[in-house]
């Protein structure tokens, strides 16, 4: 069963990196799947940050103008999001999902809540 | 960047009612749309693929159609747990959500 884990802090300072982590279990990241960050502000909609390959082809959302990189470490079955000069603005329940074939998110970890403030 | 409009922002219904959700987008995406449920403290869950397509596992009371810039999600007898969000997102360029319907009792 494919599970997926957000991990990270879960309080930034302003202008600061944003770091998170996703452990995939259940299916390798070296499968035929892209991997993708979502976030959601509080009592807000989803906004798609970025996706990434298992050959380190990634895609992200230009409105984040530059700000976000994805990585990916088969070794560990991981990928992670840096997410640079974050502000308030940032705060987010941040999601790892799976992208399937068909191109849709079909498997989400819980959710991870990051909170920017000093 | 292509946007996607929902309607309504907020519905209010019965158990029993059949509901349907307007999601349009800003120019076409074809039938690269999906519908997602998500309930409180809860990541989204996929219903719908390729605008029409159920998702296995969900329940044939739920039902999407459309292409081009209109499409809908309906919900054909509305029950206790149907009560969520729902959100739909396109992948023809880039992914974007729409702001979101809730469906409240």
């Known amino acids: 069963q494919v599970q997926l884990q957000e991990s990270g802090p879960g309080l930034v300072k302003p202008s600061g990196p944003l770091s998170l982590t996703c452990a995939v279990s259940g299916v390798s990241l070296g499968s035929d799947n892209w991997w993708s960050w979502v976030r959601q502000s509080p009592g807000q909609g989803l906004e798609w940050i970025g996706e990434i390959y298992h050959r380190g082809d990634t895609r992200y959302n230009p409105s984040l103008n530059n700000r976000a990189a994805l990585f990916i470490d088969k070794s560990k079955n991981q990928f992670s999001l840096k997410l640079t000069a974050v502000t308030a603005a940032d705060t987010a329940v941040y999601y790892c999902?799976?992208?399937?074939?068909?191109?849709?998110?079909?498997?989400w970890g819980q959710g991870t809540l990051v909170t920017v403030s000093s | 960047d292509i946007q996607l409009t929902q309607s309504p922002s907020t519905l209010s219904a019965s158990v029993g009612d059949k509901v349907t959700i307007t999601c349009r987008a800003s120019q076409s995406v074809g039938t690269w749309l999906a519908w997602y449920q998500q309930k409180p403290g809860k990541a989204p869950n996929l219903l719908i693929s390729?605008?029409?397509t159920l998702e296995s596992g969900v329940t044939s009371r739920f039902s999407g159609s459309g292409s081009g810039t209109e499409f809908t999600l309906t919900i054909s007898s509305l029950q206790p747990h149907d009560f969520a969000t729902y959100y739909c997102q396109q992948y023809n360029s880039g992914r974007t959500f729409g702001q979101g319907t809730k469906v409240e009792i």
């Open positions: 999902a799976r992208i399937s074939k068909s191109s849709q998110f079909d498997y």
């Open positions: 390729k605008a029409s």
